[in-house]
């Protein structure tokens, strides 16, 4: 067969669904660069800041597990350790060597991305849930590092740096300030995840989350890409650690453990697995709701949970899913146990 | 004789004790339409996992324009140009119709993730052309933005075939296309395997019905009990009293 000049060209995704998400992106840029700083300014207290770059450093955490979990299927269950350790490279590079914002922010990113390429090396061989049971144990095993490595990492008591956001040498005082700067990283971030997952490489991702040894057969390299959304995935998580050390100036290791990781994939799992749209809807929802419900108490874990369970049974593809949860799960437990996916769980899906 | 594209030597394979493929030789030329048949379990789905890479052979080589593939990995063994279909059916369900197309375009073609990121036209101009032409081949051009998982069985059969026309394959292998088809639609998936092997595809085709095989197959190889019992034109297979023997109880 040769390449017909007659056929005309057509983008990745119909001009349809195109033209609603321009709408879409002018839209999220619109409130996130004019109404929510008026917002902020109007009411003008510190809270509120804090929520909004909290939310958009949980849309960051959403979006880059989309990219592992959602898009290529690997259930990843220690996201917030690559997170954790973006904070902690960001936290001390600044607390004990001075070294700031502008140059901190891309080492997080890149330290990540090098601790999950290397720990990725011997794991993206696994299938299925073993994969997921190996993510479980790298989480737990860098959550510890930063637990007990006392001598580099202090340990529990965490790290306070001082300095706040510095832009090559000047600094940014003012919270509106610092909330742009946050604003801007995790648009830019978001966007290169749209177009990493909504273009033809992000069908082939997609295609490893289908049917990966099919994919194979395509002339895919599936342990190659499998390894580049998960190192890519980890160095967007990365610079989420970084903004937080940035913008709370204070870590410790609790805020990265194995909650975090699950609260993470609830956020993607709600939103809809495969949907960037469902990933960001799916954190806000998570990172919002607990803050309007504050004064139930402390149950946060617990509506996580209940966000979660009640979205498996009553939305099995989340709010904008492509694939449904508890299908996929079925396929990763048949993949290590033939006969497992056969057996029902659950009412529906 | 032309050159051979594809061949292979005493490919061996054994499951534990079983031994699926013993010692088969054959071999196919370029622009060649070859059946595969044999008895269920005779081991025609393995030999062609031990071609595309998906099985490593216990024993034996496979050779693909004279250089020897044995051993690499599926991904590999496409991009040389061989591109298969499968016995159950391996669309992706829960992508488009040619989104599905575009997996087996950007295999062939690559799509490094800077370039998306980037928005690497001319690469994604290829994918798109290809997926397109793809479809068009097939007849599922109006159905692309559809769901793989809703297109009816005897059309995601066609796309499956044409995902695997994207990869612009040299030798295409094609695991049981006619089974699950009524006769209609077996008469004119004939004609449309014929009419890719007019265009200069090579394509080996395993299948159960027979008079597809015969009809269609320059020359047809057989397997049983993963031994090959012969490897003839139609007519003669047809006559072949090992063969006969071989499908004794089974139809024909
Ligand atoms: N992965 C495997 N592990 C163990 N045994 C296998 C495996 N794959 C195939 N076999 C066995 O090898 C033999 C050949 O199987 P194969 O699927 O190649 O047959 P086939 O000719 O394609 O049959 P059918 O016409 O039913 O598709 C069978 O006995 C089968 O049970
Ligand atoms: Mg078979």
């Known amino acids: ?349 | 004789m032309t050159a051979a594209l594809l061949e292979i030597e005493e490919a061996t394979r054994r499951f534990g004790g079983l031994v699926a493929v013993n010692e088969v030789s054959t071999h196919v030329a370029e622009g060649e339409l070859v059946g595969l048949i044999g008895p269920n379990g005779a081991g025609k789905t393995t030999l062609f996992n031990l071609i595309s890479g998906f099985t490593p052979l216990t024993s034996g080589r496979v050779r693909y324009r004279g250089r020897d593939i044995t051993g690499l990995k599926s991904h590999q063994i496409g991009r040389l140009g061989i591109a298969r279909t499968f016995q159950n059916l391996r669309v992706f369900p829960n992508m488009s119709v040619f989104d599905n197309v575009s997996v087996g375009a950007t295999g062939a073609v690559g799509l490094p993730f800077f370039r998306a990121v980037a928005g690497g036209r001319r690469r994604s101009d290829a994918i798109s052309r290809r997926s397109l032409a793809a479809l068009e081949r097939v007849g599922l051009v109006a159905q692309a933005d559809d769901l793989a998982a809703n297109l009816a069985y005897g059309k995601r059969k066609y796309l499956e075939i044409a995902r695997a026309l994207a990869m612009h394959p040299d030798l295409l292998i094609l695991d049981e296309p006619a089974a699950g088809l009524n006769e209609s639609e077996t008469a004119e998936l004939a004609a449309f395997i014929r009419s890719l092997r007019d265009e200069g595809l090579t394509v080996m085709l395993v299948e159960h019905d027979m008079a597809l095989v015969m009809s269609i197959c320059e020359r047809v190889v057989v397997l049983a009990s993963g031994q090959k019992i012969a490897d003839a034109p139609p007519d003669a297979v047809r006559r072949d009293p090992a063969v006969l023997e071989a499908y004794l109880g089974v139809d024909e």
Not at chain 1, 111 to 120: D, R
Not at chain 1, 196 to 214: F, P, V
Not at chain 1, 295 to 310: A, T
Request: with cysteine; net charge neutral; hydrophobic share 55%.
């Open chain 1, 1 to 349: 067969m040769s390449e017909t000049d007659t056929v005309t060209d057509r983008p990745a995704s119909a001009p349809k669904a195109r033209a609603r998400a321009r709408l879409l992106q002018g839209g999220i840029l619109l409130l996130l660069f004019a109404l929510l700083p008026a917002v902020l300014v109007w009411f003008d207290r510190g809270y509120f800041y804090q929520l909004a770059m909290l939310a958009l450093i949980f849309v960051l955490l959403a979006g880059s597990l989309h990219l592992v979990t959602g898009v290529a299927g690997l259930l990843h269950l220690g996201h917030a350790a690559f997170y954790g350790v973006g904070a902690y490279i960001a936290g001390l590079l600044a607390a004990d060597h001075g070294i700031g914002f502008t140059i901190g922010l891309p080492l997080a990113g890149l330290g990540a991305a090098a601790i999950a390429f290397l720990v990725a090396l011997p794991t993206m061989r696994l299938v299925s849930i073993y994969f997921a049971v190996a993510t479980l144990a790298i989480g737990q095993m860098l959550f510890l590092v930063m637990q007990n490595w006392v001598a580099v990492t202090k340990g529990p008591n965490g790290v306070i740096l001082f300095g706040g956001i510095d832009l090559f040498g000047l600094e940014i005082g003012s919270r509106l300030g610092i909330y742009y700067v946050v604003a801007v990283v995790v648009a830019v971030s978001i966007w290169v995840i749209h177009r990493l997952t909504d273009s033809y490489y992000g069908n082939a991702l997609r295609s490893l989350r289908e049917d990966d040894q099919c994919a194979g057969a395509m002339g895919l390299d599936t342990v190659r890409l499998k390894m580049e959304a998960f190192t890519i995935a980890s160095f967007f998580a990365g610079i989420a650690g970084a903004l937080w050390a940035y913008t709370t100036g204070y870590i410790s290791p609790v805020d990265f453990d194995f909650f975090e990781s699950i609260l993470i994939l609830a956020m993607v799992v709600v939103g809809g697995l495969g949907s960037l749209p469902g990933a960001i809807l799916g954190a806000l929802l998570l990172i919002l709701l607990p803050e309007v419900l504050r004064d139930v108490g402390d149950v946060r874990n617990m509506l996580v949970g209940l966000v979660m369970f009640l979205s498996i049974l009553f939305l099995p593809k989340g709010l904008f899913g492509e694939v449904p949860a508890l299908a996929l799960m079925r396929r990763h437990f048949d993949a290590a146990w033939p006969g497992a996916g056969e057996r029902r769980v659950g009412w529906r899906g």
